[in-house]
Structures are given as C-alpha cells and as structure tokens.
C-alpha cells in the first residue's frame, strides 16, 4: 500500500503543475482583456485633417485674385426717393367766375431737399503689431522682421528670419489697409510655438490684425500644405511664390509642419472681410 501510494505521487504533482500553469495563463488572459477594454474606453481624439499639395498653383493666378468691388453689407450708399410736391386741387375759370371767388394763390413747389452723401471711411494704413486667431486661441504681438538673400543653385531666394515668442511681419510685404500681400509668419515648435495650430484653421474663419489702434478682419480662403525639404528647387520657387506682392489685397500665413519636424510649411490665404476693413476699436480689448 505504500508503494502504491508513492507511486502515484509523481502523477498527482504533474497534474497540480499543468493545473497551475493553466490558472496562470488564464489570469493573464483576464488582465489582458481588462488593460484592451480601459483602452478602448478611453476619450476619442480629434482627428484634424490636412491637405499636402503639389503646389501647381501660382499666388497670383486669377482665382486668387481679390474681387475690387466687394463691400461690407450697409456701407454702400443706398437709393433714397426724393420728396415729390402734392398736387393741389385746381379750380376752373367758369367756377371762379360763377362763385364770384378771387382764384387761390399759386402753391410754390419747393425744390427737393438734396441727400446727404455720406462722408466715406477712411481706411488707415499701418503696419500690424497684433495679432488674434480665436479659433485657435492665438493672441500674440507682430514683430517686423528681414531677410537675407540666400542662392541655391542658380536660384536665390530671401531666408527670413522668423520672431521667436512673437508673429513676424515680412518688412517687404504690404501694410495694412493697402492692396498687396501681407505676410505674417511664426514658429511651430520653438520659441513660443505662437503657430503650431496654424495647420488647424478652416476656411471661413476669422483672422484679426492690428495696428495703431485699428483692427483689420479677415476671411480665411485656403488653408494647405506643401513639402519644402528634399523637393527640387523649382518646387521651392512655386512655394515661394505664396509670399511675393500680389495685386490683390490679402494676408498669407506661414509656418512649419508637422508639429514634431519642419519638413513642410503651412500656408493660409486670407482675404479682407470687407475692402473696407479698417475700424477703430479704441477701448476694445
């Protein structure tokens, strides 16, 4: 009986071992499944969508031309009828003579009263010192910054320097409140990053400039994005192009992307809200 028993020692140890094993490989199971579920409970993540282009259109080809006969709704001078003269009751000859009556005095028909023309907006022209980007919570001051040229190849370009902690305005560029482009670039990942959500605007929304105490508002048009490391250099010279003077009025934003390199830029054009854009905002914040 004994050696039956020890016998059948070295199976039941065996079956304790796999029993084990098998409890171990379940507990992991469990957490493993529990770690996948606390992940995909997790709160969802905006995805923002970005366009890259190949960047074959030029800054100043007709469709980005800025429409000279656009005003802001009630500023145009509206149509005013003029003031008329009643016409009064006239009285005959023969029912003068029959009543015996004087005839009445003739009514003097007074000249219609002229119009006000009203007196028209004076848009200031000044160079920008601030700039407010409420959808993406920017509000910082503008800087004025230069350049340098730089050749690559037989090409040369203007390397500009870019304000840290600031906006930069391209001294070269248009002021505001002039026809031209407007050129404002910023940093994306250093030195105060004031424009690392610049690759999140849509068109539509709202871009604000001052100067000397007047804002400007903008509409943006476009928002794209265009490779500018390890592109030949006429690549380079058609992304260029989205900061030379134009003929229209506008204001182009540029910056580096991704977040995490400068590989591309990001460009945003922007048009005036009005052609009279201009207005005092003296006491606003």
Known sequence: MHLNQTNRNPKQKQFNRQFANSGKLLLFVLLVALLLSGCSTGDSKQV???RVRSNRVEAQSPQNQFRSDLYAPGLLPTATSQPT???QPTVSVAAQIESREAPPPPTPVLPPRPTPT????VVPIGRPDRIVIPSIQVDTQVLTVESQPSQIGNQWFD???TAAFAAGFHDSSALLGQEGNTVISGHNNI?????QDLYQLQPGEIVQLYA??????YVIEDQFIVRERDVPVEQRVQNASWIRTTVDERVTLVSCWPPTGNEFRVIVVARPLSQMAGSSVSGSN
């Open 212 to 217: 000397g105490g007047y804002r400007y508002d």
């Open 191 to 195: 030195d105060g990053s004031v424009f």
């Open 85 to 87: 003269a009643v016409p």
């Open 118 to 121: 009203p007196a028209p907006i």
């Open 48 to 50: 923002i969508r970005v």
């Open 159 to 161: 390397n500009w320097q």
